[in-house]
Every structure is written in structure tokens, then in C-alpha cells.
């Protein structure tokens, strides 16, 4: 394995050229731990890095941190000594989401991808709503949008090409494929865009084909699978921990807990603006607390009683918070990998002990 088998190229060798002077060696990250990172120098050697103080008090906010995908100038240590993340290159892309909960902390999923590759089907999945959020995360992230209308060999031709025509017209910028994973044009698709030094992930609700296209992806060599072990937050694909995985016939993939837990993010979000019109009218509730059952002056059901909102669209709005909790709750298990691993990433940023006594430092002023 090569620098350029990881992406590297010219835009980054200029910007290392002030870290190679000082003799520090370009690294790309392919996990967190607890403890450390891990990384791989140009030679595809795997080795173990750590964040020094002056890297993460510049980071004025966690998103700016280095995370899984990033480019990082590493000072290799001697014997018995530790590698050390000197500095972080800019990223080409950001492909990241709010923190889960109520915070709205930015967490990076990966950095330096350069496509997201979005599976759906033309039946129980399609949703344009869905579709439009993932658009938004990857036009704001830039990556390219790759989209897999998958199974085409259960539906009818004429509803594969509507599905897919309806998420083109979408946005102009995303590729849409028609596919049937199964039947392996799907890995031929994807194989299309995995050339060297090219980073991908591939995000899609439950049951559309991930795992079968990452499984046709890896050979005999993994096996994928969204379960998430409990212990670990990972898949149990992961015979080792890494996030970021080389194929052998080129490209990268990265897969991490952030990534697959997207899909939840964005079916709650779209559940809550599928109301959209019947929140703002909401707004016109007389109290503010209005529950919207027989408080006087709710604004929602004088629009039920006048006929202006229908009234099972009105009983499904009231049920919208327990609908919600009830997807939140089908994916407990993946919220909390995911919350760990969020925790886990953060641990990483002030475990170490010189580390954190030169940030104090930084922050009295001390030299
Ligand atoms: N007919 C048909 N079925 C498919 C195709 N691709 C996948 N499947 C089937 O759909 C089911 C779900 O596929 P997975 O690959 O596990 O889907 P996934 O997206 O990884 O789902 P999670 O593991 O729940 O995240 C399996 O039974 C697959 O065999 C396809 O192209 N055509
Ligand atoms: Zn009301």
C-alpha cells in the first residue's frame, strides 16, 4: 500500500511540505480507541498515535478534532516512545451530524470521503423526504451522492425508473443507479467509483442491501453486518477495530456507528416535518402548553372541527411523539453504541496525562 493507495495527492503534499521539513510523517487515521488512534503511514504500516496538547486546544470545537478519515502529520517515535499527532491537514470533505440527543455538538463521521453512496429500494423504502435529508448531508459534507435504487429485480422496470427519476430530479449532482444487489450489478456500480485512493460510505435504512453489497465488497475475507456488538459498538465484522478499511482492488470504505445510525436521524426528522404545516399551527394555539386534545383555544383542533385538517392526519400528530420514541426504541441497542462510541471518541481527546498538563498550561498562558 502506497500514500496515493490512501488518497494522498498533490493538494496534501503541499500542505505537508512545512511538516515533512520538520521531519514528521503523513498518517491517515482509520480509528478511535479509548486510548489512542490508529493510522496508516505511507506504507501501509498500521500503527498506534496519540493527540498532543497544542492539536487539541487549537480545536476550537470537537468537529474540529481529528477523527477517522482525517490527514494528520505524525512525529514517529523511537523506541518505547509514543507517535504524535503534530498537526491535522485540511479536509476535503466532512461528512458528520449532530450529536445524538439534544446537543448540538457537530460529531464528524468521517472526514476526506469522497462518496456516499445511498441505498434505498423503489418500494417499502422510498421516501423522498428521506432522500432529501441525505442529500443535505452529503451536499453540506462534498461528497458526491451515489444512489442504489436496489432490488430492482423485485419490482416492475417502470417503478425502478420512477423511483429513480424522482430522486434525479431531486438533485442534479447525484448519480442514480438502478441495481439488484443479488444478482451483483449493484458491486459492479460501486466497483465503478472505488478507484484508488477513493473513500466511500454507504448509508441506507434497514433491509435495503447494505450488507450484502459490503459483504460482495470485502470477498470471503469479512463478513459485514449491521448488528452491532454491544461491547465494543462495532459490527461483528470487525476482527479488528478498524473504521477504515482498504479493499483489495482499490478504494476505501469507512463504517463506523455514526454512519450507520444516520438512517434513524434522518427517519425521525422526516416523521417530524411530514407535520410541518400542523406545527405552525401550533403556534396559534391560545396557551402555549396546549396539548391539542380539548384545551380551549387550540388552534389544531379548530381546524379538525372546520375541516381543514383531516382528522386521521390529527390523531397521527398526536401520536407523532410516541411514533418517534418507538423508532428511537427499535434502535436502543444502536443509539447506545453510538452514544458510547461518541463518549469513547471524546475520552480519546483528554486521556492522555502530558497532554492534558501542557493544555492546562496553554490555557494559564504558560509557555
Ligand atoms: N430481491 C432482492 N433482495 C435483496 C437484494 N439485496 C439484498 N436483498 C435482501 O434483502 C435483505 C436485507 O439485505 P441486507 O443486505 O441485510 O440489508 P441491510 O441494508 O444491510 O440491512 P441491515 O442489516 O438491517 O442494516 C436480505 O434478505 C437480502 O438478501 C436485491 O438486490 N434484491
Ligand atoms: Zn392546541
Known amino acids: 500500500m502506497t500514500l496515493k493507495d490512501l ?45 498532543c496538547g497544542r492539536v487539541w486546544h487549537a480545536a476550537t470545537r470537537d468537529a474540529d478534532l481529528p477523527a477517522v478519515g482525517d490527514w494528520v502529520a505524525v512525529e514517529v517515535g523511537g523506541e518505547n516512545e509514543d507517535n504524535v499527532i503534530r498537526a491535522t491537514l485540511p479536509r476535503r470533505t466532512c461528512f458528520s451530524r449532530k450529536m445524538p440527543g439534544k446537543s448540538s455538538e457537530e460529531q464528524v463521521i468521517g472526514a476526506n470521503v469522497d462518496i456516499v453512496a445511498v441505498v434505498t429500494d ?26 442504489l435504487v436496489n432490488k430492482s429485480d423485485a419490482f416492475p422496470t417502470e417503478v425502478c425508473k420512477n423511483a429513480a427519476a424522482e430522486i434525479a430530479a431531486l438533485w442534479s449532482e447525484a448519480d442514480v443507479h438502478i441495481t439488484s444487489a443479488i444478482k451483483g450489478d449493484g458491486l459492479k456500480v460501486l466497483k465503478k467509483y472505488l478507484k484508488r485512493g477513493v473513500t466511500m460510505c454507504i448509508v441506507g435504512s434497514s433491509g435495503v442491501g447494505k450488507s450484502t453489497l459490503v459483504n460482495q465488497l470485502y470477498g470471503d475475507e469479512w463478513q459485514w453486518t449491521s448488528e452491532v456488538n454491544e461491547v465494543t459498538g462495532k459490527g461483528r465484522h470487525t476482527t479488528t477495530s478498524r473504521e477504515l478499511v482498504p479493499l483489495d482492488n482499490g478504494g476505501m470504505l469507512i463504517d463506523n456507528p455514526g454512519m450507520r445510525e444516520i438512517q434513524m436521524w434522518t427517519d425521525e426528522t422526516t416523521l417530524r416535518d411530514s407535520f410541518a404545516d400542523v406545527e405552525a399551527l401550533a403556534a396559534e394555539c391560545k396557551f402555549r402548553d396546549c396539548r391539542h386534545r380539548n384545551d380551549a383555544g387550540c388552534a389544531i383542533r379548530a381546524a379538525v372541527d372546520s375541516g381543514k385538517l383531516d382528522m386521521g392526519r390529527y390523531e397521527n400528530f398526536l401520536n407523532l411523539e410516541n411514533e418517534i420514541s418507538a423508532l428511537l426504541k427499535r434502535a436502543e441497542k444502536r443509539q447506545m453504541a453510538v452514544e458510547r462510541w461518541a463518549k469513547r471518541n471524546h475520552r480519546v481527546k483528554a486521556r492522555n496525562l502530558a497532554d492534558r498538563i501542557q493544555l492546562e498550561k496553554d490555557e494559564r498562558g504558560e509557555i
Open 7 to 51: 488518497g494522498w495527492n498533490d493538494d496534501l503534499e503541499k500542505a505537508f511540505a512545512p511538516y515533512r521539513a520538520k521531519g514528521w510523517e503523513p498518517a491517515r487515521l482509520i480509528r478511535e480507541s479509548p486510548i489512542n488512534f490508529g493510522a496508516f503511514l505511507g506504507d501501509g504500516e498500521e500503527i498506534d498515535v496519540i493527540l
Open 122 to 147: 423503489p418500494g417499502s423504502d422510498f421516501n423522498i423526504r428521506r432522500m432529501e435529508r441525505y442529500f443535505m448531508l452529503i451536499g453540506r459534507s462534498g461528497a458526491k451522492a451515489v444512489v
